[in-house]
């Protein structure tokens, strides 16, 4: 079970999500804004926020960045415009999933069950500290959706951090191709004036270099791609 938030101005549509969300066994709040959303989470803090892009006052995407800034809550956008500029300024905010309108009630409830699994894998039953990589290596967990560094200091990932780490961790120190990395993510080919997966890499460096306390080894490849220049291990 999962603790979800819906933000969606839309009372019949909010109702409707709130109502079968919580006949699947989620504990779920309703929000129609942005300041019902703050007002929710200081008494009880979503595991999963479910966005309406199009929110009157404080739109979507501004509060998915905002929620993104300070934690790694899985966030799922609800968009009825174009999903290929939302895919691309989603990527740029680290949204998890996108789904467009009218939303299918049984694929966005796997998809919250995908994302409570990465949220709920560790508390009880994990060691407190992750293992560490053998032979000082990097380590890659595809399953709790962690990086971890050879001291043995985890990072957690994004779905599209995943994604991303999945391709380089394949063959590690050769070039991952831009076009290859964006067919990944969901996106037709790579487009030059596309700049949104540099901006997640950006983020991704910054993230794991504050909860790391080192710089994740993740390089530009010029005209190529992108390469992860360090051992790395699948754990």
Not at 133 to 150: E, K, T
Not at 182 to 208: H, I, N
Not at 214 to 230: C, R, W
Request: include cysteine; hydrophobic fraction near 40%.
């Amino acid at each position: 079970m999962a603790r979800i938030a819906v933000v969606e101005d839309e009372a019949s549509l909010r109702g409707d999500l709130v109502e079968y969300l919580s006949a699947c066994g989620h504990d779920v709040v309703g929000c129609q804004d942005a300041p019902a959303l703050d007002h929710a989470q200081s008494r009880r803090p979503a595991d999963i926020i479910i966005l309406d892009v199009n929110l009157p006052g404080e739109d979507g995407f501004s509060i998915a960045k905002r929620l993104r800034d300070h934690s790694d809550v899985g966030i799922i956008m609800l968009t009825a415009r174009n999903v290929g500029i939302d895919r691309v300024v989603g990527l740029e905010i680290g949204a998890d999933v996108y789904l467009s309108k009218p939303v299918e009630l049984r694929e966005l409830e796997a998809q919250i069950r995908t994302l409570s699994r990465r949220l709920k894998l560790f508390p009880p039953c994990a060691p407190a500290d992750p293992p560490k990589p053998p032979g000082g290596a990097w380590g890659y967990d595809p399953i709790g959706w962690m990086v971890i560094s050879p001291d043995g200091a985890a990072v957690k990932l994004t779905a599209n951090e995943r994604v991303f780490l999945s391709l380089l961790v394949e063959r590690p120190g050769e070039p991952v191709s831009r076009d290859e990395i964006f067919r990944a993510l969901g996106k037709r080919q790579w487009d030059p004036s596309d700049r949104s997966v540099d901006s997640m890499v950006r983020r991704l460096r910054a993230k794991a270099a504050d909860q790391l306390g080192t710089d994740l080894p993740i390089e530009a490849v010029h005209g190529t791609g992108y390469a992860f220049a360090a051992t790395i291990s699948v754990l």
